[in-house]
């Protein structure tokens, strides 16, 4: 036997349930693939544990990364006051501090993480990292792939 993918509509006849229901279940879960027409589909089990997954919490700022940078806005001049205590790596220093590989930190000065000095975007050489910059890039954009539940894209930028 082989799974089935399922539309919105088709999971709503075969759970019996609410098309608007599914739809809101499945709004931020990544399909698990097409069907005619190029309409998102799921599995059953993937439906299913969207379906059982708790409610959505109110946004409150102080969870994740806003509620750092708004922190950090709070107390700016504790932060910056006094000497720079600045970590600033090459690429491949980081890749040893962090654990990841020096090509996953490429791919995320491609998508955007900041850094103090530009380098060379196909092979890395010459960028100098900041090492707090960089953590805050990093979880910050886990925390979001984590809560749109887009783990493709996770995984596309090497998270």
């Known amino acids: 036997m082989t799974r089935s993918l399922y539309s919105i509509s ?6 019996n349930r609410d098309r608007r229901t599914i739809a809101s279940a499945l709004d931020r879960v990544t399909a698990d693939g ?3 027409g190029g309409h998102r589909a799921w599995f059953l089990q993937t439906a ?20 750092a940078l708004l922190g950090r806005l709070t107390d700016w ?3 910056y006051s006094g000497e720079p205590q600045n970590l600033d790596l090459s690429i491949e220093d980081m890749a040893a501090v962090t ?11 491609r998508a ?3 850094y103090v000095e530009r380098g060379n975007f ?4 010459g960028f100098v990292l900041r090492a707090a910059w960089l953590i805050d890039w990093f ?3 886990s925390f979001m792939a984590r809560k749109t539940g887009d783990a493709a894209g996770a995984a596309t930028l090497q998270l």
């Open 122 to 125: 196909e092979t890395g050489a």
């Open 34 to 36: 097409t069907v005619t």
């Open 48 to 67: 299913l544990k969207a379906l059982k997954a708790e409610p959505p919490r109110p946004f409150d700022s102080a969870d994740g990364p806003l509620g």
């Open 112 to 114: 955007g993480c900041p």
């Open 99 to 109: 654990g990841k590989p020096a090509s996953a930190i490429l791919t995320w000065l």
């Open 10 to 15: 088709a999971l709503a006849v075969e759970l």
């Open 77 to 79: 001049r504790e932060i």
């Open 139 to 141: 979880c910050a954009t």
